[in-house]
């Protein structure tokens, strides 16, 4: 049986007064991630626009599809996504951060 994409679902909460610039620096270092971590399939990412109001306070939201849940605990501990997260801890400028995974249901 072929294994499904697994769909990895991160979502930031910036500190106030958090510059664009900065979070360019995030989005784009997130965005590199899938040319440097083989099983990746693609990176969105976006800004909520939700018009109910219940994003308790979390903007940006970022996902990336791993061609299986193998690939997805391979990326877990690989050296660049821990380079990743010494960046964020780095700027300090999140608030918080809420992760999901799933695997789309057909």
Same mark, same amino acid.
């Given at each position: ?15 106030? &007064? ?8 995030? #989005?784009?270092? @997130?965005?590199?991630? *899938?040319? $440097?971590? !083989? ?13 109910? &109001? ?8 970022? #996902?990336?599809? @791993?061609?299986?849940? *193998?690939? $997805?605990? !391979? ?32």
């Amino acid at each position: 049986m072929p294994s499904s994409p697994v769909v990895h679902v991160v979502i930031f909460k910036y500190k106030p &007064g958090v510059s664009v610039a900065h979070i360019q620096q995030v #989005t784009d270092a @997130f965005r590199a991630l *899938q040319h $440097r971590i !083989a099983g990746i399939l693609r990176f969105e990412q976006g800004i909520n626009n939700s018009p109910e &109001g219940l994003n308790l306070g979390f903007t940006h939201i970022y #996902t990336l599809t @791993f061609e299986s849940a *193998q690939a $997805r605990d !391979a990326y877990l501990p690989h050296p660049e996504h821990e380079a990743f997260g010494t960046l964020i801890q780095g700027l300090e400028i999140v608030d918080g951060v809420f992760v999901v995974d799933y695997v789309p249901l057909p």
